[in-house]
């Protein structure tokens, strides 16, 4: 490494966000502009450790990563090649693993960091900050450009679904010179990178539709509100693509969102959060909002079901729609501010976190939003068919069970709920004139590691096969199930997983 002893002589500095008061008043990316001398000391921080776990970790299992970067990526290698300056070849060495770094280095949760072998006794390395900076500066410089095939293969592949596992894959079988179409229902390009994931994180015109038109420009084909059924008579069919193709692979993503079903749900005011994200989103790169076609939080009182990522972006935007108060329950207890004993190194610390939503409404109302330990029991009725608030228990676990602890009953003003539960699986319709089976959780049948379904020629890959997961664990199965349809279409492959 380029200072061995730099993780001793310099103390992690996570590049901020902007500050919170001011990104409320815009739907612009939270990330401040990055700080080259500060890169350069962090990236001295990176340890010459022997076995960099950040890269390698293996998962628990087929579904569930225990730590480490999913697609596997040279991090010793670039956090050195950025502390000696040599940023172009640092970007290839990201892209060698990774076809959209612009998208993790924004939006993942970095489970590399976790990993970080200097994470054992002190802050780890900025991995992720360094991932961003790379390649925001190669496309700054020019070096992203489109690199299409020098030959075709004369083999046609249909891809349904164009969130992160439908293009990493079409950017892959694309490479090797096959002809990749991508259907995606929508009416614009990116899948869960478009609409499941709001502007201020992941911008979609400077970043999503910048990535989409390079692999347009190296030869993939788009086709937009384009639905993929076996029933609906106005669309095409997966029987019909696979008979036109010579392979097809699903990577529709798991969309059918977990519901609470409790007394009053079929109140008006209560909604998925995909309904409200992606609403807002389609409006906002429309009309700046302008059109009014979408679920205005403004002047309400919110309450945000659930926590993770969607919930996070759920309060993001609330605050920015200028909400009128906002709460977040959680089921579960607060994580521990530390490992517990039952997570260590390496696998991914599950402990306390304050996101950026989190502290944007500290910020705005002084006081984190989130409330652990509650369980809704019933929404409550302002006698015109509206929610009005929501009734609770506090809840903990014994035993391994949810628990409710009597005397805890409280009610709780709100007149827009945001349900952000998580999602079930893949919705079914694209698969009824074919026989692909579904695993016990209702997941497309295809095992990791070849990506086949039990219909000839077709292949499933992401959300739709693992269930609800990362953008990076779909990146990571869209490269892997692109090599085993080139393996499938040549009988050989010279394409990396």
Same mark, same amino acid.
Request: proline share 5%.
């Given at each position: 490494?380029?200072?061995?002893?730099?993780?001793?002589?310099?103390?992690?500095?996570?590049?901020?966000?902007?500050?919170?008061?001011?990104?409320?008043?815009?739907?612009?990316?939270?990330?401040?502009?990055?700080?080259?001398?500060?890169?350069? !000391?962090?990236?001295?921080?990176?340890?010459?450790?022997?076995?960099?776990?950040?890269?390698?970790?293996?998962?628990?299992?087929?579904?569930?990563?225990?730590?480490?970067?999913?697609?596997?990526?040279?991090?010793?290698?670039?956090?050195?090649?950025?502390?000696?300056?040599?940023?172009?070849?640092?970007?290839?060495?990201?892209?060698? #693993?990774?076809?959209?770094?612009?998208? #993790?280095?924004?939006?993942?949760?970095?489970?590399?960091?976790?990993?970080?072998?200097?994470?054992? #006794?002190?802050?780890?390395?900025?991995?992720?900050?360094?991932?961003?900076?790379?390649i925001d500066y190669g496309f700054s410089k020019g070096w992203v450009k489109p690199d299409p095939p020098s030959t075709r293969t004369g083999r046609?592949?249909?891809?349904?679904?164009?969130?992160?596992?439908?293009?990493?894959?079409?950017?892959?079988?694309?490479? !090797?010179?096959?002809?990749?179409?991508?259907?995606?229902?929508?009416?614009?390009?990116?899948?869960?990178?478009?609409?499941?994931?709001?502007?201020?994180?992941?911008?979609?015109?400077?970043?999503?539709?910048?990535?989409?038109?390079?692999?347009?420009?190296?030869?993939?084909?788009?086709?937009?509100?384009?639905?993929?059924?076996?029933?609906?008579?106005?669309?095409?069919?997966?029987?019909?693509?696979?008979?036109?193709?010579?392979?097809?692979?699903?990577?529709?993503?798991?969309?059918?969102?977990?519901?609470?079903?409790?007394?009053?749900?079929?109140?008006?005011?209560?909604?998925?959060?995909?309904?409200?994200?992606?609403?807002?989103?389609?409006?906002?790169?429309?009309?700046?909002?302008?059109?009014?076609?979408?679920?205005?939080?403004?002047?309400?009182?919110?309450?945000?079901?659930?926590?993770?990522?969607?919930?996070?972006?759920?309060?993001?935007?609330?605050?920015?729609?200028?909400?009128?108060?906002?709460?977040?329950?959680?089921?579960?207890?607060?994580?521990?501010?530390?490992?517990?004993?039952?997570?260590?190194?390496?696998?991914?610390?599950?402990?306390?976190?304050?996101?950026?939503?989190?502290?944007?409404?500290?910020?705005?109302?002084?006081?984190?939003?989130?409330?652990?330990?509650?369980?809704?029991?019933?929404?409550?009725?302002?006698?015109d068919g509206n929610v009005r608030g929501v009734a609770t228990i506090d809840v903990t676990m014994k035993d391994g069970q949810i628990t409710e602890?009597?005397?805890?009953?409280?009610?709780?003003?709100?007149?827009?709920?945001?349900?952000?539960?998580?999602?079930?699986?893949?919705?079914?319709?694209?698969?009824?004139?074919?026989? !692909?089976?579904?695993?016990?959780?209702?997941?497309?049948?295809?095992?990791?590691?070849?990506?086949?379904?039990?219909?000839?020629?077709?292949?499933?890959?992401?959300?739709?096969?693992?269930?609800?997961?990362?953008?990076?664990?779909?990146?990571?199965?869209?490269?892997?199930?692109?090599?085993?349809?080139?393996?499938?279409?040549?009988?050989?492959?010279?394409?990396?997983?």
């Open positions: 490494m380029g200072e061995v002893t730099g993780f001793l002589k310099h103390p992690r500095e996570a590049t901020p966000y902007r500050d919170s008061n001011g990104r409320l008043a815009d739907f612009k990316e939270i990330y401040r502009e990055h700080d080259m001398q500060r890169l350069h !000391v962090q990236s001295s921080r990176c340890m010459d450790c022997g076995v960099p776990f950040c890269q390698s970790y293996a998962p628990i299992d087929h579904r569930i990563s225990r730590g480490g970067c999913p697609i596997h990526n040279q991090i010793p290698e670039w956090n050195d090649l950025v502390y000696r300056g040599h940023w172009r070849d640092a970007l290839d060495s990201l892209h060698a #693993t990774n076809n959209f770094p612009e998208f #993790t280095g924004r939006v993942c949760p970095a489970p590399c960091e976790g990993s970080c072998v200097l994470g054992i #006794t002190s802050p780890p390395v900025t991995i992720k900050n360094i991932e961003m900076a790379i046609k592949v249909a891809i349904v679904g164009s969130g992160p596992a439908g293009l990493s894959a079409a950017a892959q079988l694309n490479r !090797v010179g096959h002809s990749v179409c991508v259907y995606e229902r929508e009416d614009r390009i990116g899948g869960l990178l478009m609409y499941g994931i709001p502007n201020m994180k992941l911008d979609k015109t400077e970043v999503v539709d910048r990535r989409v038109n390079l692999l347009r420009q190296e030869g993939i084909e788009f086709r937009t509100n384009a639905d993929v059924s076996g029933s609906d008579p106005g669309s095409i069919s997966l029987r019909q693509l696979a008979t036109e193709s010579d392979a097809v692979l699903l990577a529709t993503g798991s969309t059918v969102p977990n519901d609470l079903p409790r007394p009053g749900r079929e109140l008006n005011g209560i909604h998925f959060a995909m309904e409200f994200l992606t609403a807002n989103t389609k409006s906002l790169l429309d009309s700046e909002l302008s059109d009014g076609n979408y679920i205005d939080a403004r002047d309400k009182d919110v309450l945000v079901i659930g926590g993770g990522d969607t919930g996070t972006d759920c309060i993001g935007t609330a605050l920015r729609h200028e909400c009128k108060s906002l709460i977040n329950f959680e089921l579960f207890a607060t994580n521990p501010d530390e490992r517990s004993e039952g997570n260590p190194w390496p696998e991914y610390p599950i402990i306390f976190r304050v996101d950026y939503g989190h502290e944007e409404a500290s910020s705005k109302f002084g006081d984190d939003p989130r409330t652990f330990g509650i369980s809704t029991t019933s929404f409550l009725d302002d006698g602890l009597p005397g805890t009953e409280r009610e709780w003003r709100t007149d827009l709920v945001l349900l952000a539960l998580g999602f079930r699986g893949p919705e079914h319709y694209v698969i009824e004139d074919v026989s !692909v089976r579904l695993d016990k959780r209702s997941n497309y049948l295809a095992k990791k590691g070849d990506y086949q379904t039990h219909e000839d020629k077709i292949f499933a890959a992401g959300d739709c096969r693992r269930g609800q997961s990362l953008v990076v664990n779909a990146i990571n199965e869209g490269r892997e199930a692109a090599r085993e349809i080139d393996r499938y279409l040549m009988g050989s492959t010279t394409l990396d997983g």
